[in-house]
């Protein structure tokens, strides 16, 4: 049994930051995604589907696999918060077969760069500019490794 930690959040201690958690309705990303949230953060977060937990004002419906998916993440983060100072990050895995990589085909191959690279290379293309405007923001990126 885990047991359950307490603690005390400041729930200013993120007011005025503007910030996007990708896959934040679930597991890791869902806590980092709360925990801002408590905290007093004007937040956002993606995934494919709409999750029936999350107001869908902080939510943004897109495939980041897709070039589609992240221009329209970076358009809706950018008008629903007026700009972002904190990118956290959390997408990433594989739906690969089992097998290792003979039996990986390039499609498997491009499916996963796509989600695992290529979508985090263009978030951080499409809101980095913002950040170096004002001069200030932070950009995490979280690498999962899942045997």
Avoid: C
């Avoid at 990708?22 to 980092?32: H, L, V």
């Avoid at 998916?69 to 008008?79: A, H, Q, W």
Wanted: charged fraction near 20%; charge should be neutral; avoid cysteine.
């Amino acid at each position: 049994m885990i047991a359950k930690a307490n603690f005390n959040i400041d729930p200013n201690e993120f007011n005025g930051n503007k910030i996007l958690v990708t896959a934040g309705t679930k597991g890791a990303g869902k806590a980092i995604f709360e925990r801002l949230f408590k905290g007093g953060a004007s937040i956002v977060t993606t995934a494919r589907t709409q999750p029936t937990d999350i107001d869908p004002k902080q939510f943004i419906q897109a495939d980041l696999s897709t070039k589609a998916g992240t221009d329209k993440v970076i358009k809706e983060t950018l008008e629903r918060l007026g700009g972002i100072d904190i990118l956290i990050n959390n997408l990433g895995g594989s739906e690969s077969p089992a097998g290792g990589v003979m039996v990986l085909s390039d499609e498997d191959w491009e499916a996963a760069l796509q989600t695992n690279l290529l979508a985090a290379v263009r978030l951080d293309r499409g809101l980095l500019p913002t950040m170096l405007n004002q001069k200030q923001g932070v950009i995490v990126h979280i690498l999962v490794h899942t045997a």
